[in-house]
């Protein structure tokens, strides 16, 4: 019998192999965005973070939520470096929400009282983070000198000890769930939605920068 995890996985590979090809992230892995273009992403994934990090901490004692609940894991205050390191100190002022991350945020804001809404924009997320992620930062520290303590802080999980071992018990977790068929089709929808949202916010961060061009 498959395990839901790899359920999941299989069910939503081409959504996430549609936001592996974004346009924006071609340009920014082949080196041809400025420092500034590549600080309005990290701009979105903070006003993202706030939103799912912010739902983690209300959900912290719940029964089901509370197990995709980890404090090590939050994004804020690398973040809050790698946009400090791009913009400066009056970093504050120069970043904002575009309409397709008031989006995103507004879809986990709305399901964050659902737990299998929560696990499932958390999984798109984190899961993501942890893997190819890794492979992002390497190329990003490559192009734009970036090392740690900002920049490209928040690739970092410096309080996850391993982060294969990391995954594997977060899948775990995932096949502890108490789902029926339906409710786990209910999650992988969001998912396919998480990762819909996600890749629109790329979307419009790539027409932003070729309109600069």
Same mark, same amino acid.
């Given at each position: 019998?498959?395990?839901?995890?790899?359920?999941?996985?299989? /069910?939503?590979?081409?959504?996430?192999?549609?936001?592996?090809?974004?346009?924006?992230? @071609?340009?920014?892995?082949?080196?041809?965005?400025?420092?500034?273009?590549?600080?309005?992403? %990290?701009?979105?994934? &903070?006003?993202?973070?706030?939103?799912?990090?912010?739902? /983690?901490?209300?959900? /912290?004692?719940?029964?089901?939520?509370?197990?995709?609940?980890?404090?090590?894991?939050?994004?804020?205050?690398?973040?809050?470096?790698?946009?400090?390191? =791009?913009?400066?100190?009056?970093?504050?002022? /120069? %970043? $904002?929400?575009? @309409?397709?991350?008031?989006?995103? %945020?507004?879809? #986990?804001?709305?399901?964050?009282?659902?737990?299998?809404?929560?696990?499932?924009?958390?999984?798109?997320?984190?899961?993501?983070?942890?893997?190819?992620?890794? *492979? #992002?930062?390497?190329?990003?520290?490559?192009?734009?000198? *970036?090392?740690?303590?900002?920049? =490209?802080?928040?690739? &970092?999980?410096?309080?996850?000890?391993?982060?294969?071992?990391?995954?594997?018990? &977060?899948?775990?977790?995932?096949?502890?769930?108490?789902?029926?068929?339906?409710?786990?089709?209910?999650?992988?929808?969001? =998912? @396919?939605?998480?990762?819909?949202?996600?890749?629109? %916010?790329?979307?419009?961060?790539?027409? #932003?920068?070729?309109?600069? $061009?």
């Amino acid at each position: 019998m498959t395990s839901f995890s790899e359920t999941l996985k299989n /069910a939503t590979w081409g959504e996430h192999e549609a936001a592996e090809g974004d346009s924006y992230l @071609k340009e920014l892995m082949g080196g041809r965005l400025s420092p500034l273009e590549y600080g309005a992403m %990290v701009a979105q994934h &903070y006003f993202a973070y706030l939103a799912l990090d912010g739902a /983690a901490a209300t959900l /912290a004692g719940h029964p089901v939520a509370g197990r995709f609940v980890f404090p090590e894991l939050y994004r804020q205050q690398a973040l809050e470096r790698d946009l400090r390191t =791009v913009y400066g100190d009056g970093w504050r002022a /120069a %970043v $904002a929400p575009s @309409k397709s991350t008031r989006t995103l %945020v507004a879809r #986990i804001e709305q399901v964050a009282d659902w737990p299998g809404g929560y696990i499932a924009h958390h999984y798109t997320r984190y899961l993501g983070d942890m893997s190819g992620g890794q *492979f #992002i930062r390497m190329e990003l520290q490559k192009i734009y000198g *970036f090392g740690r303590g900002g920049g =490209v802080d928040f690739y &970092y999980f410096d309080e996850v000890a391993s982060l294969p071992r990391f995954k594997n018990e &977060y899948r775990a977790r995932l096949d502890a769930l108490d789902l029926d068929e339906r409710e786990q089709r209910r999650v992988i929808r969001e =998912v @396919k939605l998480a990762y819909q949202l996600n890749t629109e %916010v790329l979307a419009e961060l790539f027409h #932003i920068v070729r309109a600069a $061009a």
